[in-house]
């Protein structure tokens, strides 16, 4: 089995820079993926295949990956950013789709 | 645009069963799975199984495999998932989320989500 691992937590100010980790020894040799949940609400990709930005995701959302940790950085945060932020990704075999634990983003 | 729409909450005892339906818009599902992914309350996501409406596949997370079936009708495009011998640990929404598959396999993620099944498992 492979895990992802997440900070429970990160805060930032409004305006400021927020950077969510995702550490994992799967990302060394597949794509991360990242989710916006805002409470009450179903997941919203943000991020898919390490950097692209779906159509409609705010540019200042990005993604990055190096070796076994994917980042999902939020320029310019803003209040309605405050969410849960999952990463997500596949394993080598199909019954491995994995999500990490998520990091509460709040914005204060 | 591609849209599910799941049934409603359900509320059932410890060992029955519940099935939840996901209904989808587009029908073109050749390189599209259907799966499923929940979330008991205040914890994160965990995927539980997927189907692949063109070839009937489907893929379950070991956890699920014994007590988790999940199938597609074509006719009126909607997945099912069923789970069996229901605890109080299985109280959680449900989602059901599009798989998209490119590069072999290599691309695998999740959109878009339906809006969630809440199963509530009580005496």
């Known amino acids: 089995s492979f895990v992802l691992t997440q900070p429970p937590s990160v805060s930032v100010s409004p305006g400021q820079t927020a950077r969510i980790t995702c550490s994992g020894e799967?990302?060394?040799?597949?794509?991360a993926y990242w989710y916006q949940q805002k409470s009450g609400q179903a997941p919203v990709l943000v991020i898919h295949e390490d950097n692209k930005r779906p159509s409609g995701i705010p540019d200042r959302f990005s993604g990055s990956s190096s070796e076994t940790v994917a980042t999902l950085t939020i320029s310019g945060t803003q209040v309605d950013d405050e969410a849960d932020y999952y990463c997500y990704s596949t394993g080598f075999i199909s019954d491995q789709r994995i999500f990490g634990g998520g990091t509460k983003l709040t914005v204060l | 645009q591609e849209q599910l729409v799941q049934s409603g909450a359900e509320v059932k005892k410890p060992g029955a069963s519940v099935k939840v339906s996901c209904k989808a818009s587009v029908i073109t599902f050749s390189n599209y799975d259907i799966n499923w992914v929940r979330q008991a309350p205040g914890q994160g996501l965990e995927w539980v199984a997927g189907?692949?409406?063109?070839?009937?596949?489907?893929v379950y997370a070991q956890k699920f495999q014994d007590r988790v079936t999940v199938t597609w009708d074509t006719s009126i495009t909607t997945a099912y998932m069923e789970m069996s011998s229901l605890t109080s640990e299985d109280t959680a929404v449900y989602y059901c989320a599009r798989g998209l598959r490119r590069g072999g396999g290599n691309v695998y993620y999740f959109d878009p989500w339906g809006q969630g099944t809440l199963v509530t498992v009580s005496s």
């Open positions: 189907v692949n409406p063109y070839t009937s596949s489907t």
């Open positions: 799967v990302l060394a040799k597949r794509y």
